[in-house]
């Protein structure tokens, strides 16, 4: 048992040297710096003891018999692939020590060598041991966050997203994702970064419709010191920060052309330029972009750029609406519960009549909506269990919570439930008009201070914006002086 007072130890290491003084010798000198230190005289005996994956750092000699130390190395990383090497060899075989370094090896020491440069070269190599597992640790946390299991449901249009998802995630191809808001696009962008050969660099994500168009070009390519006022210092941009992983470039629809054109030389070429520099910077970027409109029409109406187009839709993916899949219903609401009930001292479960309730919805917000409906739920009932009455929904509509219209209830192919589909607005004109009320009533209650408008409704300033252009809607305040 180890005393109390004694020191945990750095890291774990073996050495394998066949000339039994120089491995005892190396042996005690790294047990002086508090390394738990094991030894072996072959190579077979060394592949042994690394089987039971508990080496942090190899020490090997590079003449050895019968197995040399080259040998050796192939073995041990086919055994553990992220174990840390340092070769040892006489002055005279230098060539070799390169040749190791080229199979794996992560450095050499030449014999005979300074305590000091042993220490140092060995600090260094579990220092990237570590660094490594750091890597790996979070790796693992990025998958079962934004992974598969992200995307939750196992409807046909679900298992036809994750199938044609995981064909394209290996390679490096462009992909373009399309789906309403709130289906769940970004996380569709990270479950393919997670299982991609990038998935242990950046994934980094952009929104255009949340930047003003006069920042986008700065923030996604940076820009130099003094290229506008408030640039103060350089600063590198989005396409930089994601050097080797992944760039989503969310809603990229709502850019101008002046910028589209920009970032489809970009992609072209491969590097971009600051702002206020003339020299281009290489980059390695795999882009995954998104949009909630119909992009194709989009191109119609020359509002974007066809060559940009081709470009980004290199591989298509479609997020199917919710109201396609309402038999993922119960597997979302129990996601999303289960998340609000490890914020809360009270959990709650769910009703099978409150998934049926839910499940006769044609949900026009989506996942999102879904997700907002569970929460609230969770955090108003006030029994333990989540029964229909629990959710906003009367009668067959949804009751205005927070004086929204009311939504009428659509059932699984979209039409309204207890009249003709026909008689009624459309999709389209319910979410249209549950944005207008909503935004005349915080317009209401602040006036011309827009950015409290942007901040109750949960949307960008660039984004309140656009819709009130679009829906026609204007500050009392300015009506007030007409």
Known sequence: MTDANTPPTRGRLLVVDDQRNMRATTALLLRAENYTVFEAATGEEALAQLASGSIDLLLTDLKMEPMDGLTLLRRALEVAPRLQVIMMTAFGSIESAVEAMRLGAYDYVTKPFKES???????????????????????????????????????AAMRELTTRLMRVAQSDATVLIQGESGTGKELVARALHAHSRRKARSFVPVNCAAISESLLESELFGHAKGAFTGAVKSRRGLFEEADGGTLFIDEVTETSPTFQSKLLRALQEGEVRRVGESTALRVDVRIVAA??????????????????????????????????????????????????????????????????????????????????LVEQ?????????????????????????????????????????????????????????????AITQALERHGVDLARVADELGVSSTTLW?????????????????
């Open 117 to 155: 440069e042993l220490r140092y070269r060995v600090e260094r190599a579990l220092e990237r041991a570590r660094l490594l597992r750091d890597v790996d640790n979070l790796t693992t946390d990025f998958n079962q966050r934004h992974g598969l299991s992200a995307l939750v449901g196992r409807s």
């Open 291 to 372: 949009t909630n409109r119909d992009i194709e029409l989009e191109v119609r109406d020359k509002r974007f750029r066809q060559d940009l187009y081709y470009r980004l839709n290199v591989v298509a993916l479609r997020v199917p609406p919710l109201r396609e899949r309402l038999e993922d219903v119960p597997a979302l609401a129990e996601h999303f519960l289960e998340r609000a009930n490890a914020r809360s001292p009270n959990p709650k479960r769910l009703s099978a009549a409150a998934v049926s309730h839910l499940m006769s919805y044609g949900f026009p917000g989506n996942v999102r909506e879904l997700e907002n």
């Open 377 to 437: 739920a969770a955090a108003l009932a006030e029994g333990d269990e989540l029964l229909p009455e629990d959710f906003p929904v009367r009668q067959g509509r949804m009751t205005p919570a927070h004086g929204t219209p009311s939504v009428a209830f659509l059932d699984g192919q979209g039409g309204a439930l207890g009249r003709n589909a026909s008689a009624g607005p459309t999709l389209a004109q319910v979410v249209e008009e549950a944005e207008r009320h």
């Open 466 to 482: 656009r819709k009130m252009k679009r829906l026609n809607l204007r500050p009392p305040s300015e009506l007030a002086r007409e």
